[in-house]
């Protein structure tokens, strides 16, 4: 193995050691996940949700786990989609970057500036939230969560 692969896979998971996401973007306690806001909101509302323990994919799960995780997915997406009014809600379990289960849930809006390219491709420049806005968000995502649980 590569050197680089190797410091790669014997690094603690950022999201086990509660480096990743940021706690001050967090929204929910769903049951089996915790949901997030996206540090970069250039697309509003863009949301991480992480699984509770280090597993890093789907068929590692009991079939109630999996379909637990997915009604916690469509709840937030739900949620994002009431607020946002979005157009479409974007579905993503990668793991590439960050070997531990984690999906986004991103909305698309009307003025979406791609609306046919993945968010991941868009060229833009990051948008993170101060302090006001940030609680502002997190206020009105929170009760929809919750009301939808």
């Known amino acids: 193995m590569e050197e680089s692969q190797q410091a790669v896979s014997d690094s603690p998971c950022k999201a086990c050691a509660g480096m990743w ?7 929910e306690d769903l049951g089996l996940s915790k949901a997030y806001l996206q540090e970069d909101q250039f697309f509003s509302g863009w949301t991480i949700l992480v699984f509770h323990r280090h597993v890093t994919e789907l068929f590692q799960l009991t079939p109630p786990e999996r379909s637990q995780l997915i009604e916690e997915v469509s709840r937030v997406a739900t949620a994002l989609s009431e607020i946002y009014q979005a157009k479409k809600i974007n579905y993503e379990l990668l793991g590439n970057q960050l070997p531990h289960i984690h999906w986004h849930v ?7 500036p791609a609306p046919l390219e993945p968010v991941w491709r868009v060229p833009h420049t990051p948008i993170s939230l101060t302090e006001a806005p940030l609680q502002h968000t997190i206020e009105r995502i929170r009760p929809l969560l919750r009301r939808n649980s």
């Open 21 to 27: 996401p940021r706690q001050d973007h967090f929204l």
């Open 106 to 112: 991103i909305p698309r809006l009307p003025n979406d």
